[in-house]
C-alpha cells in the first residue's frame, strides 16, 4: 500500500506521519519510500499484513517492481541518516546501466538502517 506526496522534505516527512500512524503498529512491518526521477513523484509505501484495508488507511493499492538494483545500506541514528539519502542517490544515480523506468527504492531495515536501491539494466 501507499501514499503519495510531492517530492519536498515537508511534505514527505508529514506524510510518513500519517502512513506511521494509519497503520498502527510498526512492529513486523516492512517500510518503503519510492523516488520516481521521471514524474518527480515520492511515494511512502507499507507492506500489507492481513486485515489491511488500503481504502480505510486511505492509501492506495501498488507493488514495487522487481528486477536488479544496486545496494547501498547507511547506518546512523536518525534524522543524521536520513539527509545522506539524497546525495547518496544523487552519487548512484550517475552509473551508466542506471534504469530510468523503475523507482529508487529506499528500505528502511530498521530504525538506524537504510537500503537504497538503484534499479540498474
Known sequence: MFRRAANEQEAITRT??????????????????????????YRVCVQWQDGDDAGVLTMEDGTLPGGRY??????????????????????????????????EIEFYRRHDVVDLLLPIA
Open 70 to 103: 544496486v545496494r547501498e545500506r547507511l547506518q546512523g541514528d536518525p534524522p543524521a541518516v536520513y539527509r545522506l539519502i539524497q546525495p547518496t542517490f544523487e552519487s548512484l544515480a550517475t552509473r551508466p546501466d542506471r534504469d530510468r523506468s523503475r523507482p
Open 16 to 41: 510518513w506521519a500519517e502512513v506511521e500512524a494509519a497503520v498502527g503498529s510498526l512492529r513486523g512491518r516492512k517500510f518503503y519510500g519510492t523516488f520516481d526521477p521521471v514524474t518527480n513523484e
